[in-house]
């Protein structure tokens, strides 16, 4: 078999060596022949920084730039690199566009709560069209790092928990980014991070080391990145992190032999920023050019701001530790991005452009509609909400007015000064009384209390703002303690006092634990930091003018003890049958028993507060058991599953249906559930809809005992519900 395969892969080889060549491949090749090996490196070296850069890009020792979006600036060194090296390349510009340029949308967290991948695309398209008017052709995201530890700061930026809930984000970012063809423009250029396994850092600790066995890469933590990289994203960065002691910048498996040889991927790969330096930390390697041998011979295309390419290369290459084959295939893969940009035919910026597409009025509009559709209602004791019959209402808390944070991190080139915040929008539909309570989110300053209860007692009801600065999540913005900061609960229980409705909005860059809060009021809004249109957006849902329709794209925990905690979990021989023995049923001098026997707290018993895929609306939803068309299926066959829903409300609303599936059996222990199919459904009041889900039995494949990906024939459990803790289940079997 070994033989064979060799002989397979050789003859491929020569295939692929024989076949014609396109146009851009010809191009590459013709410049690559002419390059000395200084000029090649500097290809290879990315470097942050503007028009002080120029020196470089004229000797050709930098071949991208990031962190630069003054067009004038981009021009100049575009200049400098077009006009003055030997060989006129253009530079590649790229920059942290991570959920909106200068129309700032719900960070990407937020943007999963949709359940919406045509609005996260028409998002993206937006940041597009907006960054390239600046110069920017290339952007560091979707990030595509599955994570289930709301302690991590940078579950800011991803789609949260599940593998197919960030397939489908992370594909209509790529798409919404890179457009219909590369050269256009208004296309920029894609980078699907973090490769791979970096939501799963120990302790929630940003940076930390990953425990992953291959089979939970290839099941849980590779789709995201096979399915972007399927739909043509044109780049992708290495992760900080290692698996299994090898650093992901320097991990030849990774990069080499699954996205390359098994993949089929043939994009450029980034660093992250030092990630190559910092497997000297790691104590990977030795020093920078021990640590520049390694990357590159691991598969690595761009080195972001170590240093190592462009001062060791040269000398690794004439002691022939790296090979000028693996310098070629580097560039190559970069000079090939750069002429499917366009760049050599169109390399500056119009500098009046950004002018004329920054804030938009099409582009807010979407902005709102994204921020409303993101937007979960938690909590509506007494159907509070909608605030449609009162007048007067207090508005409170240190995020109804806080135009910078609430365009949450990682909003570089947003300008507050265009952020329509709560109050603004809150001022626009009824008469407010306005009393901060508290000036920032960790504010501890309790002296304004009474003043805001006394307000309180004068309106209809009270509106509070709370949750995180911008600062508190992302990068390096790790937590152990996820209940609301400074007194913010405290202002909570205070405006409860007064005996008005309370609604508390909570503005965030991560879930928080907010189940003492609940107590406090009767509604909740969870608003994942929403951007430049939350204001307007979250006044729509206060008023009535809009319907809630978000669902948690992570659980959401009872204590930060719990985590990691996520409802695609494989079983325990134990697991929680619902009958624990908590705290206070313990008796004094107890015998030393194993209480309940099952997997489970004593403190905090099993289940989260909300679990993954909640929602509710201001309408209600019923389901009617699903119904298969066929019961017994083989691995060929469409799985067709016809449901009908109905709204029994008041409200017109949309319900976001969603399908579980579970392996009862398999070769290898399979999650209790797992979504594998969504669909935003909207009903007129008592209207009803037969929905229908299809589902490929060949999706129900995953990498078995043997680590071969296949569907193994068995018995299976399917729910169609509103959320993965609901439905009644229906049985299937795969022959």
Same mark, same amino acid.
């Given at each position: 078999?070994?033989?064979?395969?060799?002989?397979?892969?050789?003859?491929?080889?020569?295939?692929?060596?024989?076949?014609?060549?396109n146009?851009?491949?010809?191009?590459?090749?013709?410049?690559?022949?002419?390059?000395?090996?200084?000029?090649?490196v500097?290809?290879?070296?990315?470097?942050?920084?503007?028009?002080?850069?120029?020196?470089?890009?004229?000797?050709?020792?930098?071949?991208?730039?990031l962190?630069?979006?003054?067009?004038?600036?981009?021009?100049?060194?575009?200049?400098?690199?077009?006009?003055?090296?030997?060989?006129?390349?253009?530079?590649?510009?790229?920059?942290?566009?991570?959920?909106?340029?200068?129309?700032?949308?719900?960070?990407?967290?937020?943007?999963? @709560?949709?359940?919406?991948?045509?609005?996260?695309?028409?998002?993206?398209?937006?940041?597009?069209?907006?960054?390239?008017?600046?110069?920017? $052709?290339?952007?560091?995201?979707?990030?595509?790092?599955?994570?289930?530890?709301?302690?991590?700061?940078?579950?800011?930026?991803?789609?949260?928990? #599940?593998?197919?809930?960030?397939?489908?984000?992370?594909? @209509?970012?790529?798409?919404?980014?890179?457009?219909?063809?590369?050269?256009?423009?208004? /296309?920029? +250029?894609?980078?699907?991070?973090?490769?791979v396994?970096?939501?799963?850092?120990?302790?929630?600790?940003?940076?930390?080391?990953?425990?992953?066995?291959?089979r939970?890469?290839?099941?849980?933590?590779?789709?995201?990145?096979?399915?972007?990289?399927?739909?043509?994203?044109?780049?992708?960065?290495?992760?900080?992190?290692?698996?299994?002691?090898?650093?992901?910048?320097?991990?030849?498996?990774?990069?080499?032999?699954v996205?390359?040889?098994?993949?089929?991927?043939?994009?450029?790969?980034?660093? #992250?920023?030092?990630?190559?330096?910092?497997?000297?930390?790691?104590?990977?390697?030795?020093?920078?050019?021990?640590?520049?041998?390694?990357?590159?011979?691991?598969?690595?295309?761009?080195?972001?701001?170590?240093?190592?390419?462009?001062?060791?290369?040269?000398?690794?290459?004439?002691?022939?530790?790296?090979?000028?084959?693996?310098?070629?295939?580097?560039?190559?893969?970069?000079?090939?991005?750069?002429?499917?940009?366009?760049?050599?035919?169109?390399?500056?910026?119009?500098?009046?452009?950004?002018?004329k597409?920054?804030?938009?009025?099409?582009?807010?509009?979407?902005?709102?509609? +994204?921020?409303?559709?993101? +937007?979960?209602?938690?909590?509506?004791?007494?159907?509070?909400l909608p605030?449609?019959?009162?007048?007067?209402?207090?508005?409170?808390?240190?995020?109804?007015? /806080?135009?910078?944070?609430?365009?949450?991190?990682? /909003?570089?080139?947003?300008?507050?000064?265009?952020?329509v915040?709560?109050?603004?929008?809150?001022?626009?539909?009824?008469d407010?009384?306005?009393?901060?309570?508290?000036?920032?989110?960790?504010?501890?300053?309790?002296?304004?209390?009474?003043?805001?209860?006394?307000?309180a007692?004068?309106?209809?009801?009270?509106?509070?703002?709370?949750?995180?600065? @911008?600062?508190?999540?992302?990068?390096?913005?790790?937590?152990?303690?996820?209940?609301?900061?400074?007194?913010?609960?405290?202002?909570?229980?205070?405006?409860?006092?007064?005996?008005?409705?309370?609604?508390?909005?909570?503005?965030?860059?991560?879930?928080?634990?907010?189940?003492?809060?609940?107590?406090?009021?009767?509604?909740?809004?969870?608003?994942?930091?929403?951007?430049?249109?939350?204001?307007?957006?979250?006044?729509d849902?206060?008023?009535?003018?809009?319907?809630?329709?978000?669902?948690?794209?992570?659980?959401?925990?009872?204590?930060?003890?719990?985590?990691?905690?996520?409802?695609?979990?494989?079983?325990?021989?134990?697991?929680?049958?619902?009958?624990?023995?908590?705290?206070?049923?313990?008796?004094?001098?107890?015998?030393?028993?194993?209480?309940?026997?099952?997997?489970?707290?004593?403190?905090?018993?099993y289940?989260?507060?909300?679990?993954?895929? *909640?929602g509710?609306?201001?309408?209600?939803?019923?389901?009617d058991?699903?119904?298969?068309?066929?019961?017994?299926?083989?691995?060929?066959?469409?799985?067709?599953?016809?449901?009908?829903?109905?709204?029994?409300?008041? *409200?017109? /609303?949309?319900?976001?249906?969603q399908?579980?599936?579970?392996?009862?059996?398999?070769?290898?222990? $399979?999650?209790?559930?797992?979504?594998?199919?969504?669909q935003?459904?909207?009903? @007129?009041?008592?209207?009803s $809809?037969?929905?229908?889900?299809?589902?490929?039995?060949?999706?129900?494949?995953?990498?078995?005992?043997?680590?071969?990906?296949?569907?193994?024939?068995?018995?299976?459990?399917?729910?169609?519900?509103? #959320?993965?803790?609901?439905?009644? +289940?229906?049985?299937?079997?795969?022959?």
């Open positions: 078999m070994k033989i064979r395969n060799i002989i397979l892969g050789t003859v491929m080889l020569i295939a692929a060596s024989c076949a014609p060549k146009e851009t491949e010809r191009k590459v090749d013709e410049l690559l022949s002419r390059m000395t090996l200084r000029e090649k500097g290809q290879m070296n990315q470097l942050s920084g503007g028009a002080w850069l120029v020196d470089q890009a004229a000797r050709g020792e930098v071949g991208s730039i962190n630069c979006v003054d067009p004038s600036e981009i021009n100049a060194v575009q200049k400098a690199a077009v006009e003055q090296s030997r060989l006129g390349i253009p530079i590649l510009v790229s920059r942290d566009v991570i959920h909106g340029f200068r129309t700032i949308f719900p960070i990407p967290l937020g943007q999963a @709560a949709t359940f919406d991948p045509a609005i996260v695309e028409q998002g993206a398209r937006i940041s597009a069209i907006e960054a390239t008017a600046s110069g920017v $052709r290339w952007t560091f995201s979707p990030m595509l790092d599955v994570a289930r530890d709301p302690r991590w700061g940078r579950v800011a930026e991803g789609s949260g928990e #599940d593998p197919y809930l960030d397939v489908q984000m992370g594909v @209509a970012m790529v798409k919404g980014y890179q457009g219909a063809d590369l050269s256009d423009p208004t /296309a920029m +250029a894609a980078c699907i991070k973090h490769f396994g970096y939501g799963a850092a120990e302790g929630g600790r940003d940076y930390n080391s990953t425990m992953i066995s291959e939970s890469l290839r099941n849980t933590y590779f789709p995201a990145f096979k399915a972007t990289a399927e739909a043509g994203a044109a780049t992708l960065m290495t992760s900080f992190n290692e698996i299994d002691g090898i650093p992901s910048t320097g991990n030849r498996w990774l990069l080499k032999d996205l390359r040889d098994e993949w089929g991927w043939d994009g450029m790969v980034v660093t #992250d920023w030092n990630s190559a330096g910092e497997m000297i930390a790691h104590g990977f390697s030795r020093d920078l050019k021990h640590s520049a041998e390694q990357a590159i011979n691991a598969g690595v295309d761009m080195d972001m701001m170590s240093y190592g390419f462009i001062q060791y290369v040269e000398e690794l290459v004439k002691e022939g530790k790296v090979s000028e084959k693996e310098i070629d295939r580097a560039v190559r893969n970069i000079l090939k991005l750069k002429f499917e940009l366009g760049l050599f035919e169109n390399p500056y910026v119009d500098e009046t452009l950004s002018a597409v920054d804030y938009a009025p099409e582009h807010l509009a979407a902005a709102k509609q +994204a921020a409303v559709e993101s +937007a979960i209602l938690l909590q509506n004791r007494n159907n509070v605030l449609d019959k009162a007048r007067t209402i207090l508005v409170t808390g240190p995020l109804a007015d /806080a135009p910078y944070e609430q365009m949450g991190t990682w /909003a570089f080139d947003g300008q507050k000064e265009y952020t915040t709560p109050l603004a929008a809150l001022r626009e539909e009824y407010v009384i306005w009393e901060p309570g508290l000036e920032y989110s960790r504010d501890k300053d309790k002296s304004s209390f009474a003043r805001v209860r006394a307000a007692s004068r309106a209809d009801a009270a509106v509070v703002f709370v949750g995180e600065e @911008a600062i508190l999540s992302g990068e390096a913005h790790s937590l152990s303690d996820l209940n609301l900061q400074g007194a913010q609960s405290e202002l909570i229980a205070e405006v409860a006092k007064a005996g008005k409705p309370v609604v508390v909005v909570v503005m965030a860059g991560r879930p928080l634990t907010i189940e003492r809060d609940l107590a406090n009021c009767d509604a909740m809004l969870y608003s994942f930091h929403p951007g430049t249109m939350g204001g307007p957006a979250l006044a849902l206060i008023k009535g003018k809009a319907v809630p329709s978000g669902k948690l794209p992570m659980t959401f925990l009872r204590d930060a003890g719990q985590a990691p905690f996520y409802y695609n979990h494989n079983n325990t021989g134990r697991p929680c049958n619902g009958t624990e023995t908590l705290l206070e049923d313990i008796p004094v001098a107890a015998g030393q028993t194993s209480l309940g026997c099952t997997s489970y707290y004593l403190d905090t018993g289940g989260p507060l909300f679990p993954f895929g *909640y509710l609306s201001y309408s209600s939803f019923e389901y058991k699903p119904v298969l068309e066929k019961n017994v299926l083989g691995c060929d066959d469409v799985l067709r599953v016809n449901f009908t829903l109905r709204n029994t409300g008041k *409200y017109e /609303a949309t319900e976001v249906a399908l579980y599936v579970q392996d009862l059996v398999g070769s290898v222990v $399979r999650p209790v559930k797992e979504l594998k199919r969504f935003r459904v909207s009903l @007129a009041p008592g209207e $809809r037969t929905v229908t889900f299809e589902l490929p039995v060949g999706e129900l494949a995953f990498w078995n005992i043997d680590m071969k990906y296949l569907v193994e024939p068995g018995d299976f459990r399917l729910w169609v519900a509103g #959320d993965s803790a609901s439905g009644d +289940a229906v049985e299937f079997v795969v022959e």
